[in-house]
């Protein structure tokens, strides 16, 4: 058998029903033509889903995979995809993650795993190195993400990482979520999946090396590539310091489900804030120089004590949309949406829907079971998260997602703005800051409504961005986003696209040059991801290579997309 490079070459399919687990062989030529993590996944789902399943049935199918590149000298690779037939959307439904979790799972010599079927009882996937067995969960099962971990880190160790599901999952959630070394999560509804198929977790332990093939090269691809983001100020001084957050101040955001804006400068508060009132320590994925993320603990208030991680913008800056207001809110929130393992993003959709309609008349206290939806009243959504979660009164009818709420009133579905059953977000609620690049990225993403499939119009918008964008466009790597626009979206979606399959981070910074490899220092949007490929694969990519892997991809969502009933309208119309 050729050796194989970059790759670990085996794939995990665990047949759930039958409790059966088989190592196949990664099939050289689906890797070169489809790179990894959401190029692999995408594959399988378009293979092996028939069009008429229920999500929630034993025939989903659930993928998890990591890249060529993830656990190599290139850092921020410990990134995987998981994807599924969403229960949320109806289609495609993939989401990122990271933590350790990836980087583990590559150390222990796996590039992809393939969950189907149903098992009768809980059960948890265990994999140390060539060991992996399906376990019983039954003590885990009811229990939150937070001691189920630590349950599963008592009998197997600490130097394992997780992927977790909460009682969101468990209660079939439709926008549940698996939870990743504790505060990472993957998005649309794949916890659900994990609960219909009764799988509690995952647990990897991984240790053995991973081959590249030119090691020299790696090394120096992998070194260029740290000091290039060690020496920027922006990257190393700002984001590593203050995390994602540090665009609240100069981003324009949505309010109170879009009711109000809140312009440059004007959030309530900003990364400072966050930082000096809530900050115990920062961390990085695995193998990333970057430490965008905070570990956090409530030190005043209802909540002291309270500790969590991951208070991301998109927890904070979308988050505004749920009329929370202060840091210590939106760290008892995130704590309760990853205790519970439910998804941020549709929280904020669920909760704004529904507090937007009762503000407005279009539901009233007989359709909450007696709840009153103040937009003051920050302890009410904690309450209402944990019903959700259980699935209790008015949280069972918020549970099955913004867009099958909204179509319970003909009044409230005005206001269900998306695509393809995903809320649309950020600049779009700011007349002031419209990009067009980024309304037609998300309405033409394969997994609906998205801020993360085309990141190049945030660099157009962000005033902390801005110095890229000029000096991206002076190099020739970007187009100007005010010629056609088509251009910057389509390849907006190709370093999306590109950077979920080699398992490159862009949720960090939505910065080309964290996406790609390179790119500044190559000022080429591709050869710099082309040269580190080829090195550890042995297979020589060009940048031609890359740009037709990433359309085949992208096509193959659409063609799938197309099977579940998706048409140019619904792709198109700015609401679901
Ligand atoms: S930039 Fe942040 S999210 Fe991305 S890999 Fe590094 S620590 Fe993780």
Redesign the pocket.
């Known amino acids: 058998m050729t050796e194989i490079y970059g790759w670990s070459g085996v794939v995990l399919r665990v047949d759930m029903t039958k409790g059966t687990i088989r190592k196949e062989r990664l099939d050289p030529e689906v890797a070169r033509k489809f790179i990894g993590g959401r190029g692999l996944n995408s594959k399988v789902l378009f293979d092996e889903i028939d069009s008429k399943i229920d999500p929630l049935s034993s025939s989903n199918v659930l993928c998890f995979a990591v890249g060529p590149l993830t656990s190599t000298w290139i850092p921020?690779t410990?990134?995987m995809m998981v994807s599924t037939l969403s229960p949320y959307t109806g289609i495609l439904g993939d989401g990122n993650a990271?933590g350790r979790f990836p980087g583990y799972l590559k150390h222990a010599g796996y590039d992809q795993i393939i969950v189907t079927g149903r098992s009768e009882s809980p059960k948890y996937l265990w994999i140390d190195n060539d060991v992996v067995k399906l376990k019983d969960a039954s003590h885990l099962w009811g229990k939150n993400v937070n001691e189920a971990v630590m349950l599963l880190e008592k009998k197997n160790g600490r130097d394992i990482a997780t992927a977790c599901i909460g009682k969101g999952g468990e209660n079939l959630v439709r926008w549940a979520t698996a939870i990743f070394d504790r505060v990472s999560s993957a998005t649309r509804g794949a916890g659900a999946v994990m609960g219909s198929k009764n799988l509690k977790a995952i647990a990897v332990r991984g240790t053995k090396p991973v081959k590249v093939r030119d090691k020299a090269k790696m090394y120096e691809i992998g070194q260029a590539d740290r000091k290039w983001f060690s020496k920027d100020k922006w990257i190393h001084d700002i984001v590593g310091e203050l995390g994602s957050p540090c665009v609240m101040k100069d981003s324009p955001h949505g309010a109170h489900h879009f009711d109000k804006a809140i312009g440059i400068g004007d959030a309530p508060f900003g990364a400072e804030d966050i930082k000096a009132r809530l900050e115990v320590s920062r961390k990085?994925?695995y193998n990333?120089v970057?430490?965008?993320?905070d570990w956090y603990e409530v030190v005043s208030g209802l909540h002291t004590g309270v500790r969590g991680g991951g208070l991301e913008v998109t927890v904070v800056g979308l988050g505004l949309q749920t009329g929370i207001q202060t840091p210590e809110g939106f760290a008892v929130w995130k704590k309760l949406l990853d205790e519970n393992g439910i998804c941020v993003q549709a929280g904020i959709d669920a909760l704004a829907l529904a507090y937007f309609c009762y503000q407005h008349g279009i539901i009233t206290k007989k359709d909450t079971d007696g709840l009153k939806l103040d937009w003051a009243d920050q302890e009410g959504k904690f309450k209402l998260t944990e019903m959700i979660a259980r699935r209790e009164g008015f949280g069972n009818t918020l549970a099955e997602g913004f867009y099958n709420f909204g179509k319970l009133y003909p009044e409230a579905m005005k206001y269900v703005y998306g695509q393809k059953g995903m809320m649309g977000v950020g600049p779009v609620a700011s007349p002031d800051n419209f990009s067009m690049t980024f309304v037609l990225g998300s309405a033409t993403s394969t997994r609906g409504g998205d801020n993360l499939r085309t990141g190049p119009s945030l660099l157009h918008i962000l005033p902390s961005h801005k110095r890229w964008a000029e000096k991206f466009v002076k190099q020739g790597i970007i187009p100007d986003v005010f010629t056609p626009i088509a251009p910057i979206v389509q390849l907006g979606q190709r370093v999306s696209v590109l950077a979920d399959s080699i398992s490159r981070?862009k949720?960090?910074?939505w910065d080309y040059s964290?996406a790609v490899p390179l790119m500044g220092k190559y000022g080429h949007p591709y050869r710099g991801t082309a040269e580190a490929l080829s090195a550890a694969t042995g297979l020589q990519y060009s940048s031609d290579d890359l740009i037709e892997a990433a359309d085949r991809i992208t096509s193959l969502e659409r063609a799938f997309n197309v099977r579940q009933g998706i048409t140019s309208t619904s792709t198109h119309k700015f609401c679901c």
């Not at 970057?290 to 993320?293: E, M, N, S």
Request: aromatic fraction near 0%; glycine fraction near 12%; charged fraction near 10%.
């Open positions: 921020q410990s990134r990271g990085a994925c990333c970057i430490h965008c993320k981070c949720t960090g910074l964290i």
